[in-house]
């Protein structure tokens, strides 16, 4: 049900606010399908409506030990041999390698189960610590609440990360965390720190990204060494005060890009990189395209 409830929450029903998507749940066969929770979903979509969807996700399911039936199999092949992108999150891996999508393809599942998927399908090479890992048509996710990480990158791949980071906020979480799955086991959410002292700071460095902001910085305004600092930081969000910076910077960067006009050089300015050649070496190591092609994907993006 938690799987359902992203899917739900990220590509379903928006009212008027765009993207609107034409969002259906399906089934092998329609009817009241049993969840975890005890509580049945009546389903009216059957396996021929993954033909002609553009984004086919394969949920979790209980019995992810047994493959699915050889229908579900070939809907899913089916669907990512006519071009549309097929993704997954936790053990609805276990699905997309059933089917023998990951076969020389990177992925990523659960964590406690990653062992479990590398040694029952040895030719996909599993990333057991990687939130998502996108393949380009074929796309995988970890476990639980980490399927809103691969969702939300989905949605910033195809319609660029103002509408991502809106959708977000809207759901008060994060557009994108740097880290791996190590960091469910802490808050993971520097924008909802709990940590007041440091939430404060936090907020600071986001209006002042156009200074160097080193850690030293941070650390004073926090009242604290630089050592406990990294250590308080680390325990609040997961990460490192460097990596959270840059990816502030970069998802800043983005905004920027796609809602302005301003030249790639006073952007650079404005999120702290040095020149527009360092944004764009940032930009191309971390997005995998420069700032300018980034441009015009989303210049025109709703």
Same mark, same amino acid.
């Given at each position: 049900? /938690?799987?359902? =409830?992203?899917?739900?929450?990220?590509?379903?029903?928006?009212?008027?606010?765009?993207?609107?998507?034409?969002?259906?749940?399906?089934?092998?066969?329609?009817? $009241?399908?049993?969840?975890?929770?005890?509580?049945?979903?009546? +389903?009216?979509?059957?396996?021929?409506?993954?033909?002609?969807?553009?984004?086919?996700?394969? /949920?979790?399911?209980?019995?992810?030990?047994?493959?699915?039936?050889?229908?579900?199999?070939?809907?899913?092949?089916?669907?990512?041999?006519?071009?549309?992108?097929?993704?997954?999150?936790?053990?609805?891996?276990?699905? +997309?390698?059933?089917?023998?999508?990951?076969?020389?393809?990177?992925?990523? #599942?659960?964590?406690?189960?990653?062992? +479990?998927?590398?040694?029952?399908?040895?030719?996909?090479?599993?990333?057991?610590?990687?939130?998502?890992?996108?393949?380009?048509?074929?796309?995988? =996710?970890?476990?639980? $609440?980490?399927?809103?990480?691969?969702?939300?990158?989905?949605?910033?791949?195809?319609? =660029?990360?103002?509408?991502?980071?809106?959708?977000?906020?809207?759901?008060?979480?994060?557009?994108?965390?740097?880290?791996?799955?190590?960091?469910?086991?802490?808050?993971?959410?520097?924008?909802?720190?709990?940590?007041?002292?440091?939430?404060?700071?936090?907020?600071?460095?986001? #209006?002042?990204?156009?200074?160097?902001?080193?850690?030293?910085?941070?650390?004073?305004?926090?009242?604290?060494?630089?050592?406990?600092?990294?250590?308080?930081?680390?325990?609040?969000?997961?990460?490192?005060?460097?990596?959270?910076?840059?990816?502030?910077? /970069?998802?800043?960067?983005?905004?920027?890009?796609?809602?302005?006009?301003?030249?790639?050089?006073?952007?650079?300015?404005?999120?702290?990189? =040095?020149?527009?050649?360092?944004?764009?070496?940032?930009?191309?190591?971390?997005?995998?395209?420069?700032?300018?092609?980034?441009?015009?994907?989303?210049?025109?993006?709703?």
């Amino acid at each position: 049900m /938690l799987a359902v =409830g992203i899917v739900t929450e990220v590509f379903g029903p928006r009212g008027t606010r765009a993207p609107a998507f034409e969002f259906a749940l399906c089934t092998e066969r329609p009817g $009241a399908v049993p969840t975890d929770l005890g509580v049945p979903l009546t +389903l009216t979509h059957g396996l021929d409506r993954l033909a002609r969807a553009d984004l086919v996700i394969a /949920l979790p399911w209980a019995g992810f030990r047994t493959p699915p039936a050889p229908p579900v199999l070939e809907a899913l092949a089916a669907a990512h041999a006519r071009g549309a992108v097929v993704a997954a999150h936790c053990v609805g891996t276990f699905a +997309l390698a059933a089917a023998g999508l990951l076969d020389g393809r990177r992925a990523t #599942t659960h964590w406690r189960f990653a062992g +479990l998927l590398a040694e029952r399908h040895p030719e996909v090479t599993v990333e057991a610590d990687a939130l998502y890992v996108d393949e380009g048509r074929i796309a995988t =996710g970890a476990g639980a $609440a980490a399927g809103f990480d691969l969702c939300l990158h989905l949605l910033r791949r195809e319609h =660029g990360a103002s509408t991502a980071n809106a959708i977000a906020r809207e759901m008060v979480l994060p557009s994108h965390r740097d880290g791996g799955q190590a960091q469910y086991l802490a808050a993971p959410v520097p924008e909802n720190c709990r940590d007041e002292r440091l939430a404060e700071v936090l907020a600071w460095a986001r #209006t002042h990204l156009h200074e160097p902001l080193p850690v030293a910085e941070l650390a004073r305004r926090a009242l604290m060494s630089k050592r406990s600092f990294a250590r308080r930081f680390a325990a609040a969000t997961g990460t490192t005060p460097h990596a959270w910076l840059r990816g502030l910077r /970069l998802s800043s960067a983005e905004e920027l890009l796609e809602t302005t006009d301003l030249p790639v050089e006073e952007i650079a300015r404005r999120v702290g990189y =040095g020149s527009a050649a360092v944004l764009r070496e940032q930009f191309v190591r971390r997005r995998g395209i420069p700032p300018r092609a980034y441009r015009r994907s989303f210049t025109n993006t709703p």
